[in-house]
């Protein structure tokens, strides 16, 4: 699993790190989401600091559903999400899996400001 704990000024944040995929790697990806998610379960409900990366990934459909999926389960975990790497076409995909999931995600160009916005009570 790429994905780890960082410490942030004494938070802990979980860095999930699905970045420099293209569409003809999606099973790693979906491995990736899949070590992710069995993680975010085993967090008590409420708790966990998110910090995203999608950047030079590419997202079709079948890996949104993945994810929209994935964020419906584990939403109830997580306090906060930022999202780094999410433009163009892959921000309106975004906004949907919000609108979908009813999850709250930020989305971010800068990895400081994603971890200062995250850390903010």
Known sequence: MRSKLIDYKGHKIFFQDFSGHS???TDLVKEELK???AFVMQQPPDSLLVLADFSETQIGKDLMDILKDSSKI????VKKTAVLGVT???RILADMLMHVTGQAI???EDEDR???????P
């Not at 584990?74 to 975990?77: L, R």
């Open 74 to 77: 584990t939403k109830s975990h």
């Open 114 to 120: 994603a971890k200062e916005w995250l850390i903010q």
């Open 23 to 25: 569409l003809i790697e």
């Open 106 to 108: 930020s989305v971010f």
């Open 88 to 90: 163009g076409m892959k």
């Open 35 to 37: 070590e992710v998610q």
